[in-house]
Each structure stands twice: as structure tokens, then as C-alpha cells.
């Protein structure tokens, strides 16, 4: 009783006043309590104490008006409570459901009133449906991150040596310059890549709170619609089905064989059964593994019992894909050659200065025993560590991982604008290398929007109507389709058109049962009372109901629907259209079952009805316990539809465009032989040539009947699976993966969800898909078109291309600065880049490059190729051909810079050195037009299109400008004339025709 005391908390009105609210609230309660509970006996509502739960206050502005708030006077902690004890007790003294209900200013059957107002108050009141998040990480998280980096802390560490013995030597005017450019070029460094970096987490995080919005099913204001769970509020009457997720803490109102899976909450696997009378109590986040039901919402948001889940099931933006991972070990080998390299040049450097072969620019010898200083050796070798770091920094692909950031965030953006939600990283990689898709049927190679075309009653096909069918026959058919559906019918008013809900095959039933048949949805509902239900399942492919008249009390109607030929298998009658029934013999089934198949070889989906009357005195249903059998055996057939369920207009092309792509297309569906066969026709899964091979369409059953042998010798031929199971698309997945395939597989079910795991890739459907189904996917495909699944197909190989042209882009500047640096450092004694100049190109080529070569779009040659395999190397050797003729170009031409360049330049080395790196960044700039493809000779295709690539690579030649011209000591560069820059630009512009001539050279793969 504490925990209702807590509902009155209002200071006690004026006596008459609080008569007349007490008056009031006993009629408007027990009216509603009445009218919300289930039928009982009205003995059962008048002892019900609901309408004493509360006392109603009154709410006075300063001018004394009256301020209505319907359930302002309800504790949040009160119900908070009562669902975490799961007193039955303490509902019971609520009144019940009903009770609560009312106290909620809702309605177990229009709901609650829905308008803005009202579900502002509501949320103000009680909370909103959402639930605390980690807090991001800040931007000062990411540059700690950036700067924690082993190579970079040595370079400062040098930068600070530097600095401290420049002044120290050269005073403070002139003696900073080198260690504050050093400091600089760290800065950029980290700043850029503590930039990007924290702008894709962002994109991420945002494009990963759009992949965890859900649908619920609601009624508000007598109308049902689907709402975001987010958008569910305290007192909404949701509606629940197989594979639906509990979008709050509630209380069962009415339903049939609900069962769910709490094992989010409890760990345990056990089925929960849900009922109004032992157990009514239903937690937020579990799912519905059978039966349906309408529940009302007590608790939302971080006041439910299991507040904190929606943020728990956010996943790590940071997590790595496999493609990250083979990078990263790509980066580990390459960082150690570096390091090796960079140990070399450090040691021929030192050896060279001690033994005083290197000179200074007045040409004397650096090193002098007589006349060396410590400050001048200490100043000298920190350059020259400074110069080996600096080659391990410019040698380590920093850029890799960027680069698969910025394609992945930019793949995720685009595909979800064309109709593809990503909730798994790797899904974006793995697709590209998918060998096989297993798609559904319904709504995914079809429209999904039924329409009943054929109507038989027994052996006759009804043509003009129903009114040259039996009375009897038709309200039969009334009841069939009116209580054995999780559908609905919605009229504002006797003159509106009616809505229909629920799936796209109880809609179309539902609209043929009003429009041509007459059913009185409500009307009809109100007259009968439902006894038992047995919901559809994927396994029995039909539903049953147990149905009773008001003014019968003796007998019942039993009611199936569900797949013609198995229906059919169960009925040992049928009726006739003038309503005789007649024995179903051997001759008539044949002709039947003729019936059946030839509406499915229309591409029709066959629907049956049957029905059989049970007595009580026959024991087929009993009262006791509420507990009711549902006869399926010795039915009456009561008639056939046939639904048209057209193709989708584009499928034909895009089953083609994965056949030419090297991808294999399955049809698994649960529909009759000869409906898949016409359907997989129509799409070109199967063409004529295939349908003379043997093996190409199977049944479920026969699937599963072969050996582990067969199926591995089989699956391959496979094009179409009808009458499948869940169980038999989960064998299929499991036996092409080890014969080495890469799967995709589609979705909408919750028996789906095994399949959807098992797969490398699973691709739920966002309309028709369940939670269930969408949390175990990788990708949601929102507008459940097998066309956008062909989308995602382009995007995974875009995204695998994107990072190849990046990392044939990266090597060739790596190979060629190592290679440059380390043999100018043995000849020479000097290194022609100096640190500050390596470091921009680590920077310009990293961040830069990798934004111009991660953002381009699939082209259609990629859908000419076959798919990758699971081994194939990440650098192919049509890539070590590119980028190998690239590298010793570069190397050749610089290296003839470096040794001969002197004369060339009348003996200014300053100038000879800045022409050596402006040529180097410049033909890393021209290479970039080169990595747009890594085959076609022709690297300008498409090139005017890609007004991102062009824009970056103005960027980058006016950074280097500025670099050359302005930041002369930044840069320890000179200013060039035009002949210098029009030498350094032609010497680039050659990178052109060498990779032209080096894509002819004919490569195997």
C-alpha cells in the first residue's frame, strides 16, 4: 500500500469541491476500467478497488482558472517500482491494467490522444525514451592521441636539442630557426591528423545513432502508426509480434501465446510466456519469439529496469575492420625496414662527419679535432639524428589508417543515401569480395505490395463477385480474415476510406475481405470472442484462431490460413460456393492441388482458408484454466487466393549486373516450387538453361535430406530453394562458406537472425525487417530493393579499390624518399631532404592524398572483374608493376639531382636542393593522377566529375608554392625563377607517360 500512497500526494480541497472531482472521477474510471479490461464477470469489476486509488486534485492558476493535467498526480518512482518488485499484488490494487490505464489518461483500444500537447506533457512528466550515452571523446583527447607517437616525441626531443644549441651558436636572432621549423611541422602534423581524425569519429558516431533507430507499432487516437522507440512515451498501447523488441518497461493487455526472450536481461535462454493474469509484467529490451500482443507503456527511457541497454548496444566507433588489421601489419613491416634504413643513414652520417669527409657550405670540413666545440658536434649529430627520425616518419605509411577511415565514412554517407544503412565496418570491405547473395523473395526481388487476383471456392473460380456465393461461406470467410490476422482495420468515420496494417499479405487479405466480401471489421470483432491463437511461423507457414460467437456458448470455430498445399493436406472437406460441403476424395485433391500450382505458375502467392466447428461436449476446447485446443486436423476448405506480388522494376538489370560481376544469386523462399520457379524466371536468377539442368531448383526438405556430401556437391548448382525454412537458408550459408565462398544473405525474419550471423555479410530489410533480424545484420537495406543490395555490392568494391590506389600512392613516395635519403647519405654524406621537408611531404601526402584517392566513386569497371577472394594479396602485382616504375623514376631523376645538379646550378646548393624536393612534391602531385586507376592507361577518364580530386590537388600545388616562395626559412628553401619551376614541373609531368608505358607492361594475376 506504500507504493499507492505515493500516487496521492495533492493537499485536501474544499468539501464540496473535492464531492463533486470524487463524483466525476468514479464514473469517468469505472467506465474506462470496464471498458479496458478483458471480458469478466461484472462482479469481478465492481470488487476491482481502482477507482479508490486516487485522489484527484485541482489545479488553480493565480486568476483561479483550472489547469487540467490528467496524470500529473502519478509517481514515476511508484511505477518505476512496481515493475522492477512484478507485485501482482500491487497491480491488482491499481485496479488492475484497466486501472493503470486510466490513471495514465490512456485507453487499451484508441490509446492515448497523440496530439503534440499531449505528448509533450507526457514527456515532460515522465521522461522520453532515451538513454545516456558515453560522452565522445574530445578534440584534445585526439591530439594527445596524435601526439603520443614514439618518433614524433624523438623528433621534439631533437627539435628541442636543436633549438638550444642554434641559439646557443648563433645567438637567438638566427639560431632558432631550425628547431622552431621542426616544432612547426610537428605541430601541422598532429593538428591535421587530431583534425581528421575527430571529424570522421563524429561522422561515425552519427551515422551509427542513425543504424540503431527501431520502429514500434503504436495507437494514438484509435489510428495505428509506427513510430522511432525513441518517440514512445508512458501510457502508449503498443502493439507486439514475432521478432519485435520491447520498446519499454509494460504491462500485457491482451494477446495470444506471447513469448519472449529476456536473455538480454537475464543471460538465461529460457522463453518467458507473457499473460495477463501470472505474469502480465514485460521489461524493456527483450524480444518477442512468439504470439502478439498489445502492451501498455509504464516506465521509458533511463526510469526502466533495463534503462541503460540501448547505450551498451552502441558499438565502438574505433573498432578495427580486417582490412585495418592487414594494414597495420603492412605499416609494422614497412616501419622496420624504415627503422633499418634510417640506422644505416645515421651511422654512414656519423662515420662521415668523425672522420671528416662531410664540409660545410663555405666548403670547410665540419669536423676539426683542433678546433671542434662541444656545442658544434652536439649541433651537428642532432641533425643528423634528427634526419634519421625523420626518414623512419616518412618511411611508416601514417596515412593508411586515414585513408580507410575517410573511404569507409565517405562510403557509409553515400550508401546510406542510396538506401543502405552500415551498423558493421568490415560489412563495407567484405561485400566487395562476396562471391554469393542469398536473397528473399517477397519485398526484396518483388514490390511487396500484394493484390488478391484470384478467388476459388472449391472447384469453382469466382469471377463476378460473391453474391452468387452462400451466405454461410461468406461469413466464414468474414471470420478467417478478420481474426486470423495481426492486421488491422482503421475508419475515422462511416464516410472515410479504411486503413489497413500489418504485412503486406494481411493488408492485401484484409483489403480484399472489406472491399470485396463486406467484412465489418469492428462490428465483427465486437460480436465474437477469441479463445486461442496459434501465431504464423516461418516452420508450419500458418496461423490458426479459435473463434466463438456471443450467442453460442456451446461451440466454437476453429480457423486456419496459411500455404494452399499445406492447408490443403489437413482438409478432408471443402465447400462449395451455394455452401454444400463435399468429402475431399483422391480425383478432387488432384484437381485441387492442379488449382494450386497453376496459380503459382503465374508468379501467384496461394493462400488457403479452412475452418472446423467444435463442440464442447466433444472435448475439443474446455474452459478450464483458459486453457483451449486448436483442432488442425479434418478441416473444411472454405476457399483459394491468389496474390500478385509484382517484380521490382529494375531486379532483371541488377540480378545481371551481379552475374556479370562474378557474383552468384540464390533465391531462397518459403513459397510454393512453382511460384519461385516463375518469380526467379522473371528476375533471370534462373534461365532457361538452368532450368534444364538438374538440380537448379530444390525444395527445403529435399536440402535437408541430403548427406553432408551431397549438399557440398550440390549447393553450387543451386539457383532456387523454395519451401525453405530458416533452418535450411542457415545450412545453405553454412555449406557454401566451406566449399570457400564469401556470402551475403538477406533477412526480415527473426528465424532469419542465425542465417544473418553465419553469413559474412547479412543484409536485413529495413521495412519488413525485425529487430531481431536487424541487430544480428551487418547492413539494414532500407528500402528492401535487391537494386540497392547491388549498390552495396559496388560500394564494398569501391571501398577495397579505393584503399589499394592509396597504398600503391603511399609506397611510391616511401620507396623513393628512403631510398633517396639513404643513397645521398652514403655517396654524399648529406641527405638532399632535409627534416622539415620530409615531414611536409609526409604531411601534404598523407592527409591530402589520401582525402583525394579515398572519396572516389565506383566506377563500372568494377563491376566487370571477378570478386576478391578471401587470400588475395592487399598489394596485387599489377601494383608493385605501377609502383616500382614510378619509385625508380623518381629515385633516377633525383639522384642526377643530387650528384650532377651542383654545375647545373652554378654551385648553389641551396638552389640545387630546392629544386631536388619541389620536384620530388611535384611528382607525387602528378602520381596522383596515376593512382586513380590502377589498370586503365587512360588516368583523365571520368576525371572532370571528381571535382573533390581536383580541388585537393590545387590545394596541395598552392601549398607548395607558398612553401618555396614564402617560407624560405621555414622550409630551408630559396625562391625559384620560372625556368627552375617550369624544369622541376616538366621532370614531374614525365611521371605521366612512364606510368602509360609501364600499364602496358603485361602483369599476371
Known sequence: MDSIASFLNAPRPAASLRKRWRIACVVILSCRAMRSLPRRAL???????????????????????????????????????????????????????????????SDADTGIRGSHDDLQLRRKTFGSNTYIKPIPKGFL??????????????????????LVFGIKIHGIKGGWYDGMSIFLAIFLVVAVSAFS??????????????????????????????????????????????????????????????????????GESNHVEIDGDRNPFLTSGVKVVDGYARILITSVGMNTTWGEMMGSISRDTDERTPLQERLQKLTSKIGKIGMTIACIVLAVLSIRYFTGSTKDENGQREFNRRTATFDNVMNDMVDNISAAVTIIVVAIPEGLPLAVTLTLAYSMKRMMEDQAMVRNLSACETMGSTTTICTDKTGTLTLNRMKVVKFWVGEQEVVNGVRFVARSVVELLHQGAAFNTAGSVYKSNSASEPEFTGSPTEKAILSWAVMELGLEFHELKQSCTILCVEAFNSEKKRSGVLVRKEDEETTAISHWKGAAEMILARCSNYYESDGTVVAIDAEKRSKLEQIIDGMAACS??????????????????????????????????????????????????????????????????????????????????LTPYDADIDGTVVEGKEFRDYSMEE????????????????????????????????????????NDAPALKEADVGLAMGIQGTAVAKESSDIVILDDNFHSIVTVLRWGRSVYNNIQKFIQFQLTVNIAALAINCIAAISSGKVPLTTVQLLWVNLIMDTLGALALATE??????????????????????????????????IIVLLVLQLKGGSFFGGNERVKNTVIFNTFVLCQIFNEFNARNLEKKNVFEGIHKNWLFLGIVAFTLILQVVMVEVLNRFASTTRLNWGQWNLCSGIAMLSWPIGWVAKCIPVSN
Open 604 to 685: 501467384l502467392r496461394c493462400i488457403a482458408f479452412a475452418c472446423k466447428q467444435v463442440m464442447r461436449e466433444d472435448n475439443e476446447i474446455s474452459a478450464e484454466n483458459n486453457i483451449y485446443k486448436l483442432e488442425e486436423n479434418e478441416l473444411t476448405l472454405l476457399g483459394l487466393v491468389g496474390l500478385k506480388d509484382p517484380c521490382r522494376p529494375m531486379v532483371r538489370s541488377a540480378v545481371k549486373a551481379c552475374k556479370l560481376a562474378g557474383v552468384d544469386v540464390k533465391m531462397i523462399t518459403g513459397d510454393n516450387i512453382f511460384t519461385a520457379k516463375a518469380i526467379a524466371s522473371e528476375c533471370g536468377i
Open 711 to 750: 549438399r557440398l556437391e550440390k549447393v553450387d548448382r543451386i539457383r532456387v530453394m523454395a519451401r525453405s525454412s530458416p533452418f535450411d537458408k542457415l545450412l545453405m550459408v553454412q555449406c557454401l562458406k566451406q566449399k570457400g565462398h564469401v556470402v551475403a544473405v538477406t533477412g526480415d525474419g527473426t
Open 857 to 890: 566513386r565506383p566506377t563500372p569497371e568494377l563491376m566487370k572483374k571477378p570478386p576478391v577472394g578471401r587470400i588475395e594479396p592487399l598489394i596485387t602485382r599489377v601494383m608493385w608493376r605501377n609502383l616500382i616504375a614510378q619509385a625508380l623514376f623518381q
Open 141 to 162: 583527447l585526439f591530439i594527445l592521441d596524435a601526439i603520443n607517437d614514439a618518433f614524433l616525441l624523438i623528433l621534439a626531443g631533437c627539435a628541442v636539442l636543436s
Open 43 to 105: 462482479v469481478g469489476v465492481l470488487r476491482s478497488p481502482s477507482f479508490t486509488a486516487l485522489n484527484i486534485q485541482s489545479f488553480h492558476d493565480e486568476d483561479g482558472s483550472s489547469e487540467e493535467t490528467p496524470f500529473s498526480h502519478v509517481d514515476m518512482e511508484s511505477l518505476m517500482n512496481l515493475m522492477k518488485k512484478k507485485s501482482l499484488e500491487d497491480l491488482r490494487l491499481l485496479g488492475g491494467v484497466g486501472g493503470l490505464a486510466a490513471m495514465l489518461a
Open 197 to 266: 581524425n575527430f571529424r570522421q569519429d563524429r561522422r561515425f558516431r552519427k551515422l551509427s545513432a542513425e543504424s540503431y533507430v527501431l520502429k514500434a507499432t503504436v495507437v494514438r487516437g484509435g489510428r495505428r502508426q509506427d513510430v522511432s522507440i525513441f518517440d514512445v512515451v508512458v501510457g502508449d498501447v503498443v502493439f507486439l509480434k514475432i521478432g519485435d523488441q520491447v520498446p519499454a518497461d509494460g504491462l500485457f493487455l491482451d494477446g495470444y501465446s506471447l513469448r519472449v526472450d529476456e536473455s538480454s536481461m537475464t
